[in-house]
C-alpha cells in the first residue's frame, strides 16, 4: 500500500481504503486536467505572495503542463495505492522534482481542490451542453419554418382536437430550448465562481491573493466567503443538475411525440430507415429505438436533481465524505445528455414529414371551431354557432374548410420563430466563453 498525503505512523486498514477510495480513481480522471490547472493557478499566486522561489515555480509549472498534456493525451492514470487525483499529481511533482513537489499544497485542502476542479470541469461540460442545445435549437426551428404550411392536428387528452402545424410543433420543442437555456445560463454564472481559498472551509493564515487565483483561472468572481464556498459542494452539482434536467425534459417530450408520430396509426413523421432498428423476429420492422433511448436516458437524467439533493439531504455546515458521492451520478452526466442532444439533431435533419395527414377525413373534425367562429365572426353568436356546428358533425353533415387563417402571435400563420431565435441569441451572448478560453491559454502558456 502506498502511504497517503495525511499518513502518519500508522497504516490504514485495506478493506478501509478500498471502501472510502471508492470510484475516485476511475471518476476523479474526468477532474484531472482541472486539478493540473487548478494547481498552475495557485502556485503561480504562492509566489506572487513569497512562498516559492521564481525558479522552483518555473519549473513546477513546466511539469504541471507536462501533466497537463497527458491527461489530454489520455495517458495519466491514478496508480493502485494512490487516493484521488490530488494526491496523483502532487505525487508526480515530487517524483519528477523532490521536494519542491510538496510545496504546492500550502494554503490548500483537498476539499477547496475538490471545489475547484468541479467548477472548471463542469464549466467546460456545461459549455459543450450548450452548444449541443443549440444546435437542436437551430435544426428544429429550420424545421419549423420549412414545413410551416404544413398541417397536423393538434391533441387535447390524446383526442383529435383543433389544427396544429408542423412549423408549431417543432418550433415549440425548440421554444422550449430557448427557455432551457436560461437554467443554463444560471448554473452556468453559479459554476463560474472561484471556491480556491476556502481550503478546509475556514480560509487560511496565509496572505492568500484571491483576487489573483480569481483571475488566472478565468472566473467570474469569487465565492467570497469560505464558509459558503464549501456549501457550494453538492449545491453546485444539484443546481446544475436542475439544468440539465430540463434541458432533458424538452428533449424526452419531443422523443416520445417523435416515437408516437412515427408510429403507422399516426404515421405523421417517418425515420429514415438507417436511424431505425429492426426486430429478429418480425421482418417488416423499423423500430424508433434511437427515440426511445433519448426518451429513456432523458427520463433518468430528470431524476439527477433528487439524486444530488438526497446524498446531500440535511448535511450540516462543512466538509463531510459524503460529497464524494455525488460525483458518481454528476461526472457522466454531461456526456449522457450531450450524446441524447447530438443524436436528436441528427435524426430531426433527416426526419420525413407527411405532408398528407389530413386527406383521411377521420381529421375533419378537429375543424369544428374554425367554423364556429366563422360564424360567429358572420354574427351568429357563439353559443348558437356551438351548436349548430356540433349538430353537423353529429349528424355527418360537418363539412371542413381546410383553409385556415391563423394570425396572432406564436400561431400556425404567425410563428414568431424570429423573435423566439432572438430570446436565445440574448442568452447565449450572456456566457461569455471567450475570456473562459483566454484565461486558460494564458495559463498553460505559463507552463512552456
Ligand atoms: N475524494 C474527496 C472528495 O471527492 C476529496 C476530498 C477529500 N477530503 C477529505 N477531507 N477527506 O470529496
Known amino acids: 500500500m502506498a502511504s497517503k498525503l495525511w499518513e502518519k505512523?500508522?497504516?490504514?486498514?485495506?478493506?478501509?481504503?478500498?471502501?472510502?477510495?471508492?470510484?475516485?480513481?476511475?471518476?476523479?480522471?474526468?477532474?484531472?486536467?482541472?486539478?493540473?490547472?487548478?494547481?498552475?493557478?495557485?502556485?503561480?499566486?504562492?509566489?506572487?505572495?513569497?512562498?516559492?522561489?521564481?525558479?522552483?515555480?518555473?519549473?513546477?509549472?513546466?511539469?504541471?503542463?507536462?501533466?497537463?498534456?497527458?491527461?489530454?493525451?489520455g495517458t495519466f492514470v491514478i496508480e493502485e495505492g494512490v487516493e484521488d487525483v490530488h494526491s496523483q499529481v502532487e505525487l508526480m511533482l515530487t517524483r519528477r522534482l523532490g521536494d519542491m513537489g510538496k510545496k504546492i499544497h500550502s494554503g490548500r485542502s483537498r476539499n477547496d481542490q475538490v471545489l475547484v476542479d468541479l467548477?472548471?470541469?463542469?464549466?467546460?461540460?456545461?459549455?459543450?451542453?450548450?452548444?449541443a442545445t443549440d444546435a437542436l435549437f437551430r435544426e428544429l426551428q429550420k424545421k419549423s419554418e420549412q414545413y410551416k404550411n404544413v398541417l397536423m392536428p393538434g391533441y387535447t387528452h390524446l383526442q383529435i382536437a383543433m389544427p396544429s402545424s408542423f412549423g408549431l410543433w417543432f418550433g415549440a420543442h425548440a421554444e422550449s430550448l430557448a427557455d432551457d437555456?436560461?437554467?443554463?445560463?444560471?448554473?452556468?454564472?453559479?459554476?463560474?465562481?472561484?471556491?480556491?481559498?476556502?481550503?478546509?472551509?475556514?480560509?487560511?493564515?496565509?496572505?492568500?491573493?484571491?483576487e489573483m487565483t480569481t483571475r488566472l483561472l478565468g472566473f467570474?468572481?469569487?465565492?467570497?466567503?469560505?464558509?459558503?464556498?464549501?456549501?457550494?459542494?453538492?449545491?453546485?452539482?444539484?443546481?446544475?443538475?436542475?439544468?440539465?434536467?430540463?434541458?432533458?425534459?424538452?428533449?424526452?417530450?419531443?422523443?416520445?411525440?417523435?416515437?408516437?408520430?412515427?408510429?403507422?396509426?399516426?404515421?405523421?413523421?417517418?425515420?429514415?430507415?438507417?436511424?431505425?432498428?429492426?426486430?429478429?423476429?418480425?421482418?417488416?420492422?423499423?423500430?424508433p429505438d434511437v427515440f426511445e433511448l433519448i426518451r429513456a436516458k432523458s427520463n433518468k437524467l430528470q431524476s439527477l436533481p433528487t439524486q444530488i439533493q438526497l446524498i446531500m439531504n440535511n448535511l450540516p455546515t462543512?466538509?463531510?465524505r459524503d460529497l464524494q458521492i455525488i460525483k458518481e451520478v454528476f461526472l457522466p452526466a454531461f456526456a449522457e445528455l450531450k450524446d441524447c442532444l447530438a443524436m436528436a439533431a441528427y435524426i430531426i435533419e433527416r426526419i420525413e414529414v407527411n405532408e398528407h395527414i389530413l386527406d383521411n377525413p377521420m381529421y375533419d373534425p378537429m375543424f369544428s371551431v374554425e367554423e364556429v367562429n366563422r360564424l360567429a365572426a358572420a354574427g351568429t353568436p357563439f353559443r348558437d354557432a356551438y351548436k349548430q356546428v356540433g349538430m353537423e358533425i353529429e349528424n355527418g353533415t360537418f363539412h371542413a374548410d381546410h383553409n385556415i387563417h391563423h394570425t396572432?402571435?406564436?400561431?400556425?400563420?404567425?410563428?414568431?420563430?424570429?423573435?423566439?431565435?432572438?430570446?436565445?441569441?440574448?442568452?447565449?451572448?450572456?456566457?461569455?466563453?471567450?475570456?473562459?478560453?483566454?484565461?486558460?491559454?494564458?495559463?498553460?502558456?505559463?507552463g512552456e
Open 9 to 73: 505512523n500508522f497504516s490504514v486498514n485495506e478493506e478501509i481504503e478500498r471502501f472510502t477510495v471508492g470510484r475516485d480513481r476511475e471518476l476523479d480522471i474526468y477532474l484531472a486536467k482541472y486539478d493540473v490547472l487548478g494547481s498552475m493557478a495557485h502556485i503561480t499566486m504562492l509566489e506572487s505572495i513569497g512562498l516559492m522561489q521564481k525558479d522552483e515555480l518555473r519549473q513546477l509549472l513546466a511539469e504541471l503542463k507536462n501533466i497537463y498534456n497527458e491527461c489530454v493525451q
Open 119 to 131: 467548477k472548471l470541469f463542469t464549466r467546460h461540460e456545461l459549455r459543450e451542453v450548450v452548444e
Open 181 to 210: 437555456m436560461l437554467f443554463l445560463l444560471a448554473a452556468y454564472r453559479m459554476t463560474n465562481r472561484n471556491p480556491l481559498g476556502s481550503a478546509a472551509g475556514y480560509g487560511s493564515s496565509f496572505p492568500l491573493n484571491r
Open 220 to 287: 467570474d468572481s469569487m465565492d467570497y466567503n469560505v464558509v459558503y464556498a464549501q456549501m457550494g459542494r453538492g449545491k453546485m452539482e444539484r443546481n446544475v443538475a436542475f439544468a440539465l434536467a430540463s434541458v432533458a425534459g424538452t428533449v424526452a417530450k419531443l422523443a416520445f411525440d417523435a416515437c408516437m408520430f412515427n408510429s403507422q396509426n399516426f404515421s405523421f413523421v417517418k425515420l429514415p430507415k438507417e436511424c431505425t432498428t429492426g426486430s429478429s423476429i418480425m421482418p417488416h420492422k423499423k423500430n
Open 318 to 320: 462543512g466538509y463531510f
Open 408 to 446: 396572432h402571435e406564436g400561431s400556425i400563420g404567425n410563428l414568431c420563430n424570429d423573435k423566439i431565435a432572438e430570446i436565445m441569441d440574448k442568452t447565449l451572448a450572456e456566457f461569455g466563453f471567450e475570456r473562459v478560453d483566454e484565461a486558460e491559454r494564458s495559463l498553460l502558456a505559463a
